[in-house]
């Protein structure tokens, strides 16, 4: 089958690789039809991370089901499914707590596993024709049969759900005003489902006219951070009071304006533009170690974080990758029903064999590159 690997520092290629197979009985055979390039995606394109070269890519994916193992008993040849990013088990304690992110027993000695990512398993990617899926009956989502909401539900494997999640990190309550840092694919989802779930008024922070523009479109009140500091406009926007939540939806490759990365400048940010008591959501990327950090810090790990004045101001913060499991099911009914439209995100559509360009016009922030799906 086709597949986009991964060979080094922004270098990918589509190139014929085994077929995907069942593996385990309750494994299932999934024929991709749409899959998405995220934004965590490039930490490994740039070579950020410590994926291993030949590594599928792909964590963004839906199909229909093509092949299931004598061990799965719910889903059946034809099915239309979505598949979290995150790959769980379903029975360790973890999972049967809804902490399906943070699976004990997918990828030992990791809380955690995911399709085509480093350090989260053995798992080959979607951005291929086919994808094997561990733990079907647990994993898939059944979708609506058709192509109706095909680019509402491609969203449903990772940033809506991680959107959404930032805004509960954050304990946002309808009535709230919420900061939402960059206006990456993540957080415009955050933005939108803070609008959804009843914020007051939702501010994002990014510097790329498309994205601001997007965030303007769903209602948000964009914030250039090239044209000055974000807390004082965050202040002048809220007349002196900050807001009650914010959501980190950039991470640790954070820049300033002039592209100089600063690890906890979003933190930093969001301490001093968040009210006191209030809260914050992190569901921006930030790894155990970066050897190729850009301080000795990060490099292991670790940011310079002020937590005197958090905790002086009794803020609260929620960090993590997102339970999908604990969000998809009602997303996906929220989009039948036309309560939210996450597509309006989607800037390109392309074939397989177009994502090694797709990669490095998302890579560059090239204008109008929001958000890139493919469709194998």
């Known amino acids: 089958m086709r597949a986009l690997v991964y060979n080094g520092p922004k270098d990918v290629s589509v190139v014929d690789v085994p077929d995907a197979t069942i593996e385990a009985p309750t494994d299932a055979i999934v024929r991709i039809t749409s899959t998405n390039i995220c934004g965590s995606d490039l930490h490994m394109y740039e070579g950020r991370t410590t994926v291993e070269q030949g590594k599928v890519l792909g964590h963004e994916n839906m199909g229909v089901v093509e092949e299931v193992g004598a061990g799965v008993t ?12 995150n790959i769980a088990c379903g029975h360790c304690r973890n999972c049967q707590r809804g902490s399906t992110a943070f699976c004990l027993e997918v990828n030992p000695g990791f809380a955690g596993g995911a399709y085509g990512y480093a350090d989260m398993g053995p798992y080959d990617g979607g951005q291929a024709e086919h994808l094997r899926v561990p733990f079907a009956d647990f994993n898939a ?39 939402v840092i960059g206006a990456g694919p993540v957080g415009l989802m955050a933005a939108l489902s803070a609008k959804v779930q009843g914020a007051d008024q939702v501010f994002v922070v990014d510097q790329l006219p498309d994205r601001l523009a997007l965030a303007e479109q769903i209602g948000a009140t964009p914030v250039d951070f090239s044209k000055g500091d974000v807390v004082d ?34 933190l930093d940010t969001l301490v001093k533009a968040v009210r006191a008591t209030g809260g914050i959501g992190v569901v921006g990327v930030f790894p155990p170690a970066d050897p190729n950090g850009p301080d ?12 005197g004045e958090f905790f002086t101001k009794g803020q609260t913060m929620g960090t993590g990758q997102a339970d999908v499991k604990k969000y998809n099911r009602q997303l996906r009914d929220l989009i039948i ?30 204008h109008g590159y929001t958000k890139i799906v493919l469709h194998p």
């Open 74 to 85: 719910r889903l059946k040849k034809g099915d239309r499914v979505s598949l979290p990013f």
């Open 141 to 179: 989502l059944r979708l609506p049969q058709g192509t109706e909401h095909e680019l509402d539900f491609t969203m449903l494997s990772d940033i809506l759900p991680t959107g959404w999640h930032g805004t509960r990190l954050a304990g946002m309550e309808p009535g709230d005003s919420v900061l």
């Open 337 to 366: 029903a036309d309560k939210i439209q996450p597509s309006f995100l989607v800037s390109h559509e392309m074939s397989l064999d177009d994502a090694v360009d797709g990669y490095a016009r998302f890579d560059a922030r090239e």
């Open 296 to 307: 000795e810090l990060m490099q292991e790990g670790r940011i310079a974080f002020p937590f």
């Open 233 to 266: 406009q965050v202040m002048e926007l809220t007349k002196g009071v900050g807001v009650d939540r914010g959501v980190e939806a950039v991470g640790w490759q954070a820049h300033d304006h002039s592209g100089v990365e600063h690890p906890a400048g979003t």
